[in-house]
């Protein structure tokens, strides 16, 4: 199976803060990667997807970047909504594995 | 309006079993990959299962093999996943989502584009 790590587990950023995220593949994935947001109680929220596309409704300040192993999620400026956990997943198995989560808080 | 709505989740003894739905509307929910995730309480998500279209691909997490099973009704518009031998450990809240295919290089890639609300499954004596 694919497994997925990210770094860093967690981050305390300021508003207007430029974030940067790393989720690494086990093997390479191309770019089968799809980034999630979750707020806490809430179910997750997609905000890029074939490592690279914004979600529809997505806000421009998120980005991705990537492709083989090693992806990058940036918030170009922080937001006080964009405190949440940011998780990555693979589809590129039918398993579809997410990544342990990188959880984003108020500095 | 696309809608996810699980149900059937609740307390259960260790051993036990379960079964989730999750009725699907506001698409064509025969024409979909569907795919159940969980989430421990305090941890993050873990992939459980998913089921093509017409049934005749299913994948599970290792750790629910041979224990649950995923399934669907097209003429119902709903997924199921039914959990035997349930286990402390597989105490979450669980969550159905359509798999929408997207274009990569090399073919489909998919992402879960739309969530059920989520419903809380507890294996405790």
């Known amino acids: 199976d694919i497994q997925m790590t990210q770094s860093p587990s967690s981050l305390s950023a300021s508003v207007g803060d430029r974030v940067t995220i790393t989720c690494r593949a086990s093997?390479?994935?191309?770019?089968?990667l799809n980034w999630y947001q979750q707020k806490p109680g809430k179910a997750p929220k997609v905000l890029i997807y074939?490592?690279?596309t914004l979600q529809s409704g997505v806000p421009s300040r998120f980005s991705g970047s990537g492709s083989g192993t090693d992806f990058t999620l940036t918030i170009s400026s922080l937001q006080p909504e964009d405190y949440a956990t940011y998780y990555c997943?693979?589809?590129?198995?039918?398993?579809?594995?997410f990544g342990p989560g990188t959880k984003v808080e108020i500095k | 309006e696309v809608q996810l709505v699980e149900s059937g989740g609740g307390l259960v003894q260790p051993g036990g079993s379960l079964r989730l739905s999750c009725a699907a509307s506001g698409f064509t929910f025969s024409t979909y990959w569907m795919t159940w995730v969980r989430q421990a309480p305090g941890k993050g998500l873990e992939w459980v299962a998913n089921?093509?279209?017409?049934?005749?691909?299913?994948y599970y997490v290792d750790s629910v093999k041979g224990r649950f099973t995923i399934s669907r009704d097209n003429a119902k518009n709903s997924l199921y996943l039914q959990m035997n031998s349930l286990r402390v450990e597989d105490t979450a809240v669980y969550y159905c989502?359509?798999?929408?295919?997207?274009?990569?290089?090399?073919?489909?890639?998919?992402?879960?584009?739309?969530w059920g609300q989520g419903i809380l499954v507890t294996v405790s004596s």
């Open positions: 989502a359509r798999d929408r295919p997207n274009f990569c290089r090399g073919g489909s890639c998919y992402v879960s584009d739309y």
């Open positions: 997943q693979q589809t590129y198995s039918n398993f579809r594995t």
């Open positions: 074939a490592a690279y």
């Open positions: 089921i093509k279209q017409d049934e005749s691909e299913k």
């Open positions: 093997q390479s994935i191309a770019t089968y």
